[in-house]
């Protein structure tokens, strides 16, 4: 797994994601981009979602690259800001590999989530995912360890915010 930054101030970040994801078979030879920007408001994504100019890093499957929202990004912590990357290359791998058609209950934040934990980052995702998503979404995500129970409940959960009760 290589992160190949586009700015220095993210060596430090994306080395200790490499380091810590250096024994995970499934992600060898993997080399992504990760392109900082200074804020995702220009991003065409961001034009039909404040949700996407809100948050810290997207993938963008079309490119192949993972790019930083620097004025969310730079104000994480180091272990919530490696868990946000780690994410972020759970969509590549996703992506990558069709997750979408295993767990097609769940979004795809859902299932780059589930990988992430898998891949050790559970503490600092569960710290983003407090502030972003809530206490009910962290209680779920408690479940990656099991991924029947996991994807039983998030699945439940991705149903009713769908339907608007979350």
């Known amino acids: ?9 993210l060596s430090a970040t994306c080395r200790a994601v490499e380091v810590r994801l250096a024994g995970v078979g499934d992600l060898a030879g993997l080399e992504l981009p990760v392109v900082l ?4 408001e220009d991003v065409p994504e961001a034009k039909r979602s404040v949700a996407i100019r809100r948050t810290p890093a997207a993938y963008r ?6 790019f930083v929202n620097q004025a969310r990004f730079s104000l994480l912590p180091a272990d919530v800001a490696e868990a946000v990357i780690a ?13 979408a058609q295993k767990y097609p209950e769940l979004s795809d934040c859902m299932v780059a989530d ?3 934990c898998r891949w050790s980052f559970f503490e600092g995702l569960r710290k983003e995912r407090f502030e972003s998503n809530g206490q009910k ?11 029947s129970k996991y994807v039983r409940g ?13």
């Open 37 to 40: 920007l200074p804020d995702f």
């Open 114 to 116: 589930l990988l992430a």
């Open 61 to 66: 499957p079309s490119e192949g690259k993972i």
């Open 1 to 9: 797994m290589k992160l190949i930054e586009s700015d220095s101030s």
């Open 137 to 147: 979404y962290c209680e779920l995500l408690d479940l990656w360890s099991d991924e």
């Open 154 to 166: 998030m699945a439940v959960y991705y149903q009713r915010r769908l339907a608007g009760l979350e």
């Open 87 to 99: 994410h972020e290359i759970g969509h590549a791998v996703s992506h990558r590999d069709s997750l």
